[in-house]
């Protein structure tokens, strides 16, 4: 298994954009087949180093990762949202 993490920091960190997000991360879930499982959630806590919204996804393997990554609805859809909003982002993928 391979979990797929990122973490998105906003230009406008308001309450209601980052439940904007997340909710648009949660669409994946059915629909992005590559994705096994997606997890999204907003930060609460708002401290100096924290991030707005992360995402994880579970996927079967790195190739079902690099197909996710070429996915129509991820990249016509949600990487193009967030690449409108995004002040910074940093992931991480890993073997579970």
Same mark, same amino acid.
Not at 8 to 19: F, P, R
Not at 56 to 70: G, H, N
């Given at each position: 298994?391979?979990?797929?993490?990122?973490?998105?920091?906003?230009?406008?960190?308001?309450?209601?954009? @980052?439940?904007?997000?997340?909710?648009?991360?949660?669409?994946?879930?059915?629909?992005?087949?590559?994705?096994?499982?997606?997890?999204?959630?907003?930060?609460?806590?708002?401290?100096?180093?924290?991030?707005?919204? @992360?995402?994880?996804?579970?996927?079967?393997?790195?190739?079902?990762?690099?197909?996710?990554?070429?996915?129509?609805?991820? @990249?016509?859809?949600?990487?193009?949202?967030?690449?409108?909003?995004?002040?910074?982002?940093?992931?991480?993928?890993?073997?579970?």
């Amino acid at each position: 298994m391979v979990k797929h993490v990122l973490m998105i920091k906003l230009k406008d960190n308001s309450k209601e954009q @980052c439940e904007k997000l997340r909710d648009l991360f949660m669409t994946m879930k059915g629909r992005v087949p590559q994705a096994l499982d997606v997890e999204a959630g907003a930060d609460f806590l708002h401290s100096e180093r924290s991030f707005d919204v @992360c995402l994880t996804v579970t996927l079967e393997s790195p190739e079902a990762l690099e197909e996710y990554q070429k996915d129509p609805y991820h @990249c016509n859809t949600v990487k193009t949202y967030v690449a409108t909003v995004r002040e910074k982002a940093v992931a991480v993928d890993y073997t579970v």
